[in-house]
């Protein structure tokens, strides 16, 4: 007010922006002056405008929960009518609202190349407001954009969203350095959640356990749940580290049994202190304990913290707060809460729609400042010019710069330090800076990647600079880097070159080839050269897939070097087993002996992982192993593969191919009887191997069952019985079936054998077995001249020949001669059979046999052997003769071989007599009366009496008067006579007959 009243002139005073500290008393102060100033009556007036907000007159804050009622019926106008005399309503030229439009009128060029497209502007310039930030912005993008314009993987809409970014975070640009590096933080953990999970889980158990046994030191009567210190545990996991739990939770009661022995957390705090198990109370210290070597997540930052904002965000919540304790556990770091940093609208658009990712801030914020101490060297940037040169290192002495560079900043990752980098080498300058410059050169991250990006002018060869400081790479993130840049500049002109700098590596076992994509020869060294991981089998599956896409020559190597892993079976074997087993037709033949042997003792470690295809196999020695192991699939083309090879002689022991069928006889069953190709043969050696096999290991309960199955199937012809080796009980089920065996002497003979040593009872067996329709007596009278070794065993099989239906006659002939005896009964028998036996005079004539003989054979017997026959039927009843000739077909033949009986000089009177009755008593047709007068005429022409006796007869018959009286010594004829109708009665007095004939014999 003073300075005011000294000037003695009428002022207009303008207050802007006064609504942005959101306090009423600022403007009540004021609007005090202003009373107190125009308050006199002096001549001078002063006129107070003020550029402000409205809502420095709002009853809410912005920070306030709004009522939207109250706001509705709230007095605003009235209290800002109250306190001006006049109000203008201003709308500002830009803000939020429309910006969008704002940057298309004002600044066409970002939009002019398609570089950003124009949904992703609108989207993004919500968040500018104001014209002065738009144009930071605008100024920074564009820098950003021309100090990159020929590296093409920059992305322009990320380059106006980090514009935005800054400008919103200006005062904070170290913060959201750590903001990042605690997202990488987060990624590699929550990327290895389960094993993330493992190590809490057994964090607890740590904590659990070990309290739990400083409780059983103290004495028997302290008694302490496991849920208790569980419960226990809930609440302090998520403290920084022992010294936060000691001041926080010390008072926490392990157990209160009773009240005057209480164990206190704080005294179990001094027994892990003791122990130096501090580290037990912070995850991250925890970690390092049981992880030497920190794994850095393949996925993008962006994926995974985008899951922030889903709703199974639990786990990523609990890292989260595990990374803000590291960090504020370093007196170092800033303290603040990276879930109020996600919770802000930008950064949520950013990392949602996939623009915002961590793994970007080197390229796109960090490296876009060159420090040195404090001072950045930019030139004055017109952003009209935008040709003009970014900054310039030429006004500075490289020596100089680096004399007064901060160590820190060395360490660091500025662009400068490549510069600088560059000069130490081309000027041979040696100072600790120096070797500290390249010692971080290849173990810092960024400025490495920087370092082998950078397109050097003066000559740097970078292979050289490597080579020089490669021993003092102790950074397996920069390692990974070089291996990268190795593999996009390897030619075989560099060969040698990449190979002398890998060997000088001192990092070993480190690198991970999963998911990698190098040339093959890089492969190759990190392999030999130990520098690749290869302690888990997803390695060694993922350098077979390699081999199988063409990388031939990393096949011997990676088995080598995983030797020892599989042999001891210290992993996993299934996983790559079966990517090889898959795809062995790719890999066998790549294999050398040492190979061949390591993937032969893992098919030996691994029981259920079987080759598919055989056929795919052309390692010979790989083959015969699979082959010989049985480890392959039971499947009908390897059956078929299999015998080609014995065939062909490649394979020749077969106990292999014997045991693997018989493991599987049910499939086997089954193939052969879907494919007619495929039939065992025992001509085959393998087959026959496999058969004999097959019977004896048979259980007998199943055994009829696979006769009937080879005899449906497969039918086979045993040579011997006694070379199967089989039990009494198989042996009589294969002797049931003739056909299966060779109907041979020496199998006869062998079962015989059998019979007699297992049951003498059970001859008849055998009896039986001769008697089936398909035995062959062809075959064994092969060997008829070993039938005398036998006696019994001769008898039984002339009988079986005898008895046998389906034996040929000409077979059953050969039999016979050998035969020595007399048949006593031929019952039964054929009468082909009956024939050749009569003919070779190995029946006896007796009744019954001749009695079974049929016509054939009775013409036979009366025309070839009469001598024989006759004596013999002499002594029959005259009725059997009879039946004898009747059985005989042609009539002719009958009154033949009946007359050749009647003639014979052995004949007597009273058997003719009765021959000739007992023949016309069956005569059963009837004949005219002459021709029956023939008959009996021709009948007692054969008879040896007086031929006045038989005069008398043939008169008798030759009358035709009817009535005649004859001697009584013809009563037996006249009585056959009179039955046949030849006479009509016969009248018997004193010694004579007096019969009456007939006219016809019916």
């Not at 609108?122 to 021309?146: A, E, G, H, T, W």
């Amino acid at each position: 007010m003073y300075l005011l009243e000294r000037k003695k002139k009428s002022l207009v005073l303008i207050i802007e922006d006064i609504d942005r500290h959101e306090n009423l008393k600022i403007f009540q102060q004021l609007r005090e002056v202003n009373n107190l100033l125009n308050g006199k009556n002096d001549k001078v007036s002063y006129k107070f405008i003020y550029a402000v907000g409205n809502t420095l007159f709002s009853e809410h804050s912005k920070k306030d929960k709004v009522n939207i009622r109250e706001v509705y019926q709230s007095n605003f106008k009235s209290n800002v009518t109250k306190f001006f005399d006049f109000v203008v309503n201003v709308t500002p030229v830009m803000d939020n609202q429309n910006s969008y439009e704002f940057i298309k009128e004002n600044f066409p060029q970002i939009l002019s190349d398609d570089s950003v497209a124009d949904e992703d502007l609108f989207m993004v310039s919500q968040y500018i407001d104001s014209p002065r930030v738009l144009i930071d912005v605008v100024n920074d993008y564009q820098i950003m954009k021309d100090m990159h314009v020929d590296k093409t993987e920059f992305n322009d809409l990320k380059l106006l969203y980090f514009a935005i970014l800054k400008s919103k975070f200006y005062n904070f640009y170290d913060l959201i350095h750590e903001v990042f590096a605690d997202f990488q933080s987060i990624a590699n953990l929550y990327d290895r959640d389960e094993w993330y999970e493992e190590v809490e889980r057994n964090r607890k158990d740590d904590f659990c356990s070990r309290t739990l046994l400083y409780v059983t030191k103290k004495g028997t009567h302290f008694r302490v749940e496991y849920q208790n210190l569980s419960n226990i545990w809930e609440t302090i996991n998520d403290a920084k580290n022992f010294y936060y739990v000691s001041q926080k939770y010390s008072n926490l009661e392990i157990n209160s049994d009773y009240s005057y022995s209480k164990i206190l957390l704080k005294d179990a705090l001094e027994y892990f202190s003791d122990n130096q198990m501090e580290y037990i109370f912070s995850a991250e210290e925890y970690r390092k304990q049981k992880e030497s070597n920190s794994v850095v997540s393949n996925k993008k930052i962006s994926e995974i913290v985008s899951l922030y904002y889903t709703k199974n965000n639990s786990l990523l919540l609990k890292i989260i707060k595990d990374v803000e304790n590291v960090r504020i556990s370093n007196p170092n770091k800033p303290n603040f809460s990276i879930k109020e940093f996600l919770d802000i609208d930008y950064i949520q658009l950013g990392i949602l729609e996939n623009i915002l990712d961590a793994n970007d801030y080197n390229m796109y914020i960090s490296n876009n400042y060159l420090e040195v101490n404090d001072a950045i060297f930019i030139k004055n940037f017109n952003l009209y010019n935008p040709k003009s040169s970014l900054y310039t290192l030429k006004l500075y002495n490289f020596k100089t710069i680096l004399s007064k560079m901060k160590l820190e900043k060395i360490s660091g990752a500025n662009g400068l330090n490549v510069y600088l980098l560059q000069w130490v080498y081309i000027e041979h300058f040696n100072s600790d800076k120096a070797i500290a410059l390249n010692i971080n050169s290849v173990n810092n991250e960024t400025f490495f990647q920087t370092f082998l990006e950078f397109d050097f002018e003066n000559g740097m060869d970078k292979f050289h600079f490597i080579s020089q400081n490669i021993t003092k790479l102790v950074s397996e993130k920069t390692l990974l880097k070089l291996i990268n840049w190795l593999d996009c500049n390897f030619d075989i002109s560099n060969q040698g070159k990449i190979e002398t700098l890998l060997d000088r590596v001192s990092l070993k076992n480190t690198i991970s080839l999963i998911d990698t994509k190098y040339q093959e020869f890089i492969y190759l060294l990190l392999i030999e050269l130990n520098i690749a991981n290869m302690t888990e089998s997803s390695t060694l599956n993922y350098i077979l897939g390699r081999v199988k896409n063409g990388y031939r020559s990393l096949l011997n190597p990676i088995l080598k070097k995983y030797e020892e892993l599989i042999i001891d079976n210290e992993f996993d074997n299934n996983d790559w087993l079966n990517t090889f087993n898959d795809n062995i037709g790719s890999f066998d033949s790549l294999l050398n002996t040492e190979s061949t042997d390591i993937i032969k003792r893992a098919y030996n470690l691994v029981d259920e992982i079987k080759v598919k295809e055989l056929v795919n196999i052309n390692n010979l020695d790989f083959l015969i192993f699979i082959y010989e192991g049985s480890l392959y699939d039971f499947s009908y083309e390897n059956i078929v593969f299999i015998r080609k090879k014995f065939e062909k002689g490649i394979i020749d022991k077969y106990s292999s191919y014997s045991k693997y069928l018989i493991e599987n006889n049910n499939k086997l069953i089954e193939f052969i009887k879907v494919n007619n190709e495929l039939s065992l043969d025992l001509s085959d050696k393998w087959d026959e191997v496999f058969l004999f096999e097959w019977l004896r290991d048979c259980d007998e309960n199943k055994f009829k069952g696979t006769i009937q199955f080879i005899i449906d199937f497969n039918p086979v012809v045993f040579p011997s019985l006694e070379e199967l080796g089989l039990s009494f009980e198989k042996l009589k089920i294969i002797f049931e079936n003739v056909s299966l065996y060779e109907n041979s002497y020496k199998n006869i003979s062998f079962m015989y054998e059998q019979i007699i040593s297992e049951d003498e009872t059970q001859v008849d067996f055998l009896s039986n077995i001769l008697n089936t329709s398909k035995f062959n007596f062809d075959e064994l009278n092969i060997d008829s001249d070993l039938f005398c070794q036998n006696e019994q065993l001769q008898l039984i099989i002339f009988d079986g020949a005898l008895r046998n239906d389906n034996i040929k006659i000409e077979t059953f002939e050969k039999y016979v001669e050998i035969y020595d005896n007399q048949l006593e009964n031929i019952e039964k028998l054929a009468k082909g059979k009956i024939s050749i036996l009569f003919k070779k005079n190995k029946v006896c004539y007796n009744v019954n046999n001749i009695l079974l003989c049929e016509s054939e054979v009775l013409v036979y017997l009366f025309e070839e052997k009469k001598n024989k026959l006759f004596p013999e039927l002499f002594n029959w009843e005259t009725s059997q003769v009879i039946e004898i000739l009747q059985k005989i077909n042609c009539d002719d033949k009958q009154r033949e071989f009946m007359f050749s009986l009647l003639s014979d000089a052995r004949v007597q009177e009273k058997y003719s007599i009765d021959l000739i009755v007992n023949y016309l008593k069956v005569l059963d047709k009837g004949l005219e009366v002459s021709n029956f007068k023939i008959e009996v005429s021709n009948l007692l022409d054969k008879l040896q009496f007086k031929k006045t006796d038989a005069n008398k007869i043939v008169e008798l018959l030759s009358s035709d008067r009817g009535q005649r009286t004859i001697a009584i010594e013809f009563l037996d004829l006249a009585n056959i006579l009179r039955k046949k109708g030849v006479i009509k009665s016969c009248d018997e007095s004193s010694n004579k007959l007096i019969i009456k004939t007939k006219n016809v014999i019916k």
